[in-house]
């Protein structure tokens, strides 16, 4: 008997061990559904991962590559909320700023908090708008001027502070920091339209510049192109090396979903713009309106991800990063070295 129990407990064993392997190659039990926490924030930037909600690109595509997914998109205002998700475990998945990705990367290099660009999202231009008359520059501004943006660790803190040094010279990036107002989107659309507040200026994005610049008393100083000379990524899907581990086919999913989603924006705008104003409805944009800024912005929206080694390169000369990765290679997934990013 003591044999007979023996040579079955080997039998068990084995098979425990077969049945751990294969979850292993699956990527999850075959039984499980598993669920991915996308975590995203406001504004037409965020159009691919509302259409991924509507559409369930997420759950279609990971069916495809034999794994049962149901997918979330908790909303978060700003880059450090987002990162703050991210590294916590709150959200698998963030979509944030390169600036902050690369800072939280740095932070945790080495350990299991240690974050990849996993795709690009869109690199839609931050423009930076006023009311007051007279501002071509960055140097125009009078220190009782307040800039608004999302957050003061933000894509478009850092396109202020390149503004700033083209304009001021090296080391005077922070000049206009004090000036800097911390307010979400709506809140500094309204700040800026209104004329009651120090708001005289908003770094906005779509679309809420196109909102702002129907104003004739709104005037455009500059964009985040003219600053980094070209395409720059607004917005990319980031995770931790926790979170890729436990998902191996994360990172290859989401790029075809998001592929996915940026068709559809590129050879339906008006399906596209439906379903934005059903996330964001607009009483100033109209689903026309958000019609002409996808079809006039539709390059914008691409998976592959820019101006890393400009960021990094920045963010290292002013104290930011202390190593600056020596390539935009070295921050992202397999699956996206292969594209043209930068």
Do not use: C
């Amino acid at each position: 008997m003591l044999q007979l129990s023996l040579g079955l407990s080997r039998v068990v064993r084995r098979s425990v061990v077969a049945l751990a392997a294969a979850v292993v190659l699956l990527g999850a039990p075959a039984s499980a559904q598993q669920e991915i926490r996308i975590g995203i924030g406001f504004g037409i930037g965020f159009l691919p991962t509302f259409i991924l909600d509507e559409q369930k690109l997420v759950e279609k595509h990971a069916k495809a590559a034999g794994v049962d997914v149901k997918a979330s998109y908790p909303r978060f205002s700003g880059s450090a909320a987002m990162q703050d998700a991210v590294l916590s475990g709150s959200v698998e998945v963030g979509v944030y700023g390169v600036q902050a990705m690369l800072i939280a990367r740095e932070k945790a290099k080495g350990t299991a908090n240690e974050i990849s660009g996993i795709a690009g999202v869109t690199t839609l231009p931050l423009v930076l708008v006023t009311s007051r008359s007279g501002i071509k520059s960055v140097a125009d501004f009078k220190p009782e001027d307040r800039i608004a943006m999302p957050a003061l660790v933000s894509p478009q803190m850092y396109a202020l502070q390149m503004a700033e040094e083209k304009a001021f010279g090296a080391g005077q990036h922070d000049k206009l920091k004090p000036q800097v107002v911390g307010l979400p989107h709506p809140d500094a659309l309204n700040a800026l339209l209104s004329g009651a507040a120090e708001v005289t200026a908003y770094f906005s994005s779509a679309p809420f510049t196109q909102i702002a610049l129907k104003n004739p008393k709104i005037s455009k100083v500059l964009s985040s192109a003219d600053v980094y000379g070209g395409k720059a990524s607004f917005l990319v899907a980031g995770a931790t090396r926790r979170t890729l581990d436990a998902n191996p086919k994360l990172a290859e999913v989401l790029i075809k979903a998001l592929e996915e989603a940026d068709q559809l924006i590129v050879k339906e705008p008006k399906r596209a713009a439906a379903i934005y104003l059903k996330v964001e409805p607009s009483k100033s944009l109209d689903a026309a309106a958000i019609e002409a800024i996808l079809v006039d912005l539709k390059a914008d929206f691409s998976t592959e991800v820019h101006g890393v080694g400009r960021n990094a390169e920045f963010m290292g000369r002013i104290g930011q990063l202390k190593a600056p990765p020596a390539s935009w290679k070295d921050v992202v997934v397999p699956a996206l070295q292969g594209t043209k990013s930068d």
